[in-house]
């Protein structure tokens, strides 16, 4: 039955991506493929979409693996993203910017837990609630220091690393000029592992994501672990919104995280609940996103169903289509003594 439905959750995945292609192939002449499937370009573009998706995620891990589910990771996610670019106008700093937008998503973070750990309200509920929140929160802010004009032309932007590595094939013109954002994505992902699988705080972390009582019994604080590490998912998730506001886009759009907190919640659950599996869905809808951008070189229509994809694969995955995760235990579940 379960390899029926892995089978089923591929299939799916893999027809919407070939049909797709069909069409591409269908419609397109030599010229257009090579603007499209320029491979170190749209490595480096896929990297580029992917990096908020990796840090959402490690959020999502985080809290998740100590028994919180946090669905407000969207609304963390545009709070980093405003308050960094905030901070890096106020300060003439992207090191500023970065500070100050993980100060806000921490604090949406520290909300999230007082409700969802202190409080024991029902955590999807908690969640939603963060995410109107910084909706309006951010808006509000927004329209007030910025009116009509925006954010500053000359904001301070994350910069990008020049590494000296164009000369090695495939990967070396796609890897030589990406912002350092993204490399702090990749390294988090391998920090983040070897905390939680191979440390004693980590396993901690696990044990009261699995079985809270046991971890009571031996003397854990469950209450705090799980409040330290709902607050710690605000940190990583805001730093997917300030790579969007001061790192990317370079300037603060309302909404304009636009469902990427969603995407990573889906690459938690298809990464199931690890770092690196996490990464490597928020890959896959990465590159989904960065070939949809160069679609437009075929048809609009073609555009518009890889445009989709990402959604369609968020969905596939939350529906346990593709391989049956088996969240943490506890996950969800408020602890009572």
């Known amino acids: 039955m379960g390899a029926g439905i892995v089978g089923i959750g591929w299939g799916i995945g893999i027809g919407i991506a070939g049909g797709a292609l069909a ?3 269908t419609r397109s002449g030599v010229g257009n493929l090579e603007q499209v499937f320029v491979w170190s370009a749209l490595v480096a573009a896929m990297l580029r979409f992917a990096t908020p998706l990796v840090f959402g995620a490690l959020g999502g891990v985080v809290s998740e693996r100590s028994g919180v589910v946090n669905v407000g990771l969207e609304g963390m996610m545009l709070g980093g993203a405003f308050f960094a670019a905030w901070g890096a106008d ?3 700093s992207w090191i500023g910017g970065l500070l100050v937008g993980v ?3 921490a604090a949406f973070g520290l909300i999230h837990a007082i409700f969802a750990v202190l409080l024991k309200a029902d955590q999807i509920v908690a969640g939603m609630g963060i995410n109107f929140l910084a909706v ?10 910025y009116g009509t004009e925006g954010t500053p032309d000359d904001l301070p932007a994350v910069p990008n690393i020049h590494l000296p590595i164009g000369w090695i094939p495939f990967i070396g013109d796609a890897l030589e000029q990406l912002n350092l954002l993204v490399w702090l994505g990749l390294i988090l992902v391998a920090v ?6 191979r440390t004693p705080t980590g396993l901690r972390t696990r044990s009261v994501g699995e079985n809270p009582l046991a971890a009571d019994t031996a003397g854990i604080s469950v209450r705090r672990t799980r409040f330290v590490s709902v607050v710690l998912s605000g940190a990583l998730a805001s730093l997917g919104g300030a790579f969007l506001s001061i790192g990317f886009v370079h300037a603060f759009n309302e909404n304009m995280t636009d469902g990427r907190g969603f995407i990573a919640l889906a690459a938690v659950i298809f990464g199931k609940w690890a770092p690196g599996g996490a990464l490597g869905a928020s890959l896959l809808f990465g590159f989904s996103y960065a070939l949809a951008q160069r679609l437009p ?10 445009q989709a994809l990402p959604y369609v694969l968020t969905l596939i995955a939350v529906a346990g289509l593709v391989g049956r995760s088996r969240p943490p235990a506890a996950d969800g579940i408020p602890y009572e003594r």
């Open 192 to 197: 983040v592992s070897v905390a939680l699988f």
């Open 23 to 25: 069409v591409v192939f």
């Open 103 to 105: 100060a806000g998503g």
């Open 136 to 145: 309006g929160v951010t808006g509000y802010l927004f329209v007030r220091a």
């Open 90 to 92: 106020v300060t003439g």
């Open 297 to 306: 070189a075929f048809s609009p229509s073609a555009a518009t169903l890889f």
